[in-house]
């Protein structure tokens, strides 16, 4: 007996609809909370939620995650090279351009951006930019990059 493939579809379409009733496309929309937004970004890196599904209705998108389950075997958390290649990428710059940033090669960067959708549970790279663009918005062309506040001081001379 084969398995009914409408009911694989019934739980999404049930988690669409609960999104919905919480928060619905006619009406205004919540104020955004940025604490709570990071508070995501940081529980799918470090492994504590998982990402389920996102979906568009009218102008809002939606994204489901969920705790990930006790039973299973914690998913690994993104590692800091992991992280700093998502967190570019996904602000909209290209591979190309993340690799100058890191200075890493292409080759580099494509295994971690593989690793990291894999660890996040995304798909594609649209998808992680569609989560961590409202996170971390990019930065105007030519604009200076931010301090790095490991780097020492720098020395000014007489």
Same mark, same amino acid.
């Given at each position: 007996? !084969? /398995?009914?493939?409408? =009911? &694989?579809? %019934? *739980? $999404? ?54 705790? !990930? /389950?006790?039973?299973? =075997? &914690?998913? %690994? *958390? $993104? ?80």
């Amino acid at each position: 007996m !084969s /398995p009914d493939p409408s =009911a &694989a579809v %019934a *739980p $999404l379409e049930r988690v669409r609809q609960l999104a919905l009733a919480s928060c619905p496309p006619h009406a205004a929309p919540p104020p955004p909370d940025a604490r709570a937004v990071l508070d995501v970004w940081f529980g799918l890196v470090e492994g504590r939620l998982e990402f389920v599904e996102w979906f568009e209705t009218g102008t809002r998108r939606y994204f489901v995650v969920r705790a !990930s /389950p006790a039973d299973r =075997a &914690a998913r %690994a *958390p $993104l590692d800091g090279g992991e992280e700093a290649l998502a967190n570019l990428i996904g602000s909209g710059l290209s591979e190309k351009a993340a690799c100058y940033e890191l200075g890493i090669k292409p080759s580099v960067a494509s295994a971690r951006l593989k690793r990291a959708l894999f660890k996040l549970g995304l798909r594609s790279r649209t998808d992680l930019v569609l989560l961590v663009r409202p996170i971390n918005p990019p930065r105007p062309t030519g604009a200076p990059r931010p301090p790095d506040p490991s780097a020492p001081p720098e020395r000014r001379r007489a």
